[in-house]
């Protein structure tokens, strides 16, 4: 008996098993452009036309054009919110067959395909195929505009958008766009305050599944990207790539304003804002703009009292971790950070650094009004106050207003009556450390 024609509805024969035919041949033949093999020639037909650019089907709607009829059918569904395929244990709703299947392994915790290197194991042929690359380094998608190049092709797709500034997904509320549509999910929660994702262990809530499971690993101790060169561990493969950097000291990415190189674009686009004075994050209770999100979410726990980082020795609580940090060192006296100069010792970096340019005599930050300089954009910014007037630090009890958030944390000890500064002496405490030096003198 003759074999069935692959090619017609309804007979869905496996690739390896049809018997080398001239059908057969022709489907290699027109294989050659990129050597992916295809079941029926219906599929290699429409995959030709991804080639030769050919998109004739047209969505009615956004005017997207799609090369197969099948995919507009797909693509439609995005705009009438139709989603067929349900999953049955969580709810959750599919375009594709293909996407609702993959997600019921995740119930199964069923992973099928195995790296043959690490072990590790995914639920799609495709998710090991792009890990493979990991192993040996390939990445055969290319960017035509700046040459880098892409594991996977979608990630490609993402980065041609940053040449093209193509944001075709936009926040209703504040007009944001975004290249990816996950993006724009994880910044609505900014508007919303919705957090999903709690942690079992302290309940502690995360916009994003990714934070969580960074969160859970402080939990567990986890560090599992090692520095081969000092041994260090890190929670994430980025944090460790970038630390990796700091040994061999390439620095990729230059400012085009004053040549200053960073480790990573995130730490250049940080440090344009210094020079276009850009500050896209805003406090909602005060209007307090911010140049980076992690100080505007610093300056929250100034609203909502919040102090998550204590001190284990005398329980003092912090807004910061590194404030934490500093803090310890003052009950242990190390001071890691010494000025090769003068060999003054300084408990953070932070104060060295600034310390270095009393010597160099470096004064990067001017003011556009007077046209004083300083060593520190902090300076600036509490300078520029002189200018405005403004008093962006104000007391929760009484109201008055600070030009310098030190200055509102005196006051507050007025309030609370603490005396953080004692006399090793006699024991007399005070309350401001300049107190507690004019004291000091009377011993001496």
Not at 276 to 285: D, Q, R
Not at 375 to 393: A, D, W, Y
Request: with cysteine.
């Amino acid at each position: 008996p003759s074999m069935p024609d692959p090619c017609r509805p309804g007979n869905k024969i496996p690739f390896q098993n049809i018997p080398e035919t001239d059908h057969q041949q022709k489907i290699k033949t027109h294989n050659k452009v990129c050597g992916k093999k295809f079941k029926c020639r219906s599929d290699l037909t429409s995959h030709m036309k991804a080639h030769r650019n050919e998109n004739p089907f047209s969505c009615l709607t956004c005017g997207k054009c799609l090369s197969r009829k099948q995919s507009l059918d797909r693509h439609m569904m995005t705009h009438t919110g139709e989603r067929p395929f349900s999953c049955l244990t969580c709810g959750k709703d599919f375009i594709q067959k293909s996407r609702w299947t993959c997600h019921m392994k995740i119930h199964k915790a069923e992973k099928p395909f195995s790296c043959i290197t690490c072990g590790k194991g995914f639920i799609q042929k495709y998710s090991l195929t792009c890990h493979m690359r990991t192993h040996t380094d390939e990445k055969p998608f290319s960017c035509l505009a700046c040459g880098k190049s892409f594991i996977q092709k979608n990630i490609l797709t993402r980065h041609i958008k940053t040449h093209t500034c193509e944001k075709p997904f936009s926040c209703l509320t504040c007009g944001k766009g975004f290249v990816q549509k996950n993006k724009l999910i994880h910044h609505m929660r900014s508007h919303t305050g919705e957090k999903p994702f709690s942690c079992v262990t302290c309940g502690k809530c995360f916009f994003q599944k990714h934070s969580l499971t960074i969160h859970i690993k402080t939990h567990t101790g986890e560090k599992p990207f090692s520095c081969l060169t000092c041994g260090k561990g890190f929670l994430q493969k980025r944090s460790w790539t970038f630390h990796m950097r700091s040994h061999s000291g390439e620095k990729h990415f230059s400012c085009l304003t004053c040549g200053k190189h960073f480790i990573e674009s995130s730490c250049l686009r940080k440090h344009m804002r210094t020079h276009t004075g850009e500050k896209p994050f805003s406090c909602v209770s005060c209007g307090r703009d911010f140049t980076h999100k992690y100080s505007l979410n610093c300056h929250m726990r100034i609203h909502t009292g919040e102090k998550p980082f204590t001190c284990a020795t005398c329980g003092k609580a912090f807004i910061q971790k590194r404030n934490l940090t500093g803090h310890m060192r003052t009950h242990t006296g190390e001071k890691p950070f010494s000025c090769l100069t003068c060999g003054k010792g300084f408990l953070q970096k932070r104060s060295w650094t600034f310390h270095m340019r009393s010597h160099s005599g470096e004064k990067h930050f001017s003011c556009t009004i007077c046209g004083k300089d300083f060593n520190q954009n902090s300076c600036l910014n509490q300078h520029m106050r002189t200018h405005t007037g403004e008093k962006p630090f104000a007391c929760i009890t009484c109201g008055k207003g600070f030009t310098q958030r030190c200055s509102l944390n005196s006051h507050m000890r007025t309030h609370t009556g603490e005396k953080p500064f004692s006399c090793i002496i006699c024991g007399k405490g005070f309350s401001h450390k300049c107190s507690l030096s004019n004291h000091m003198r009377t011993h001496n």
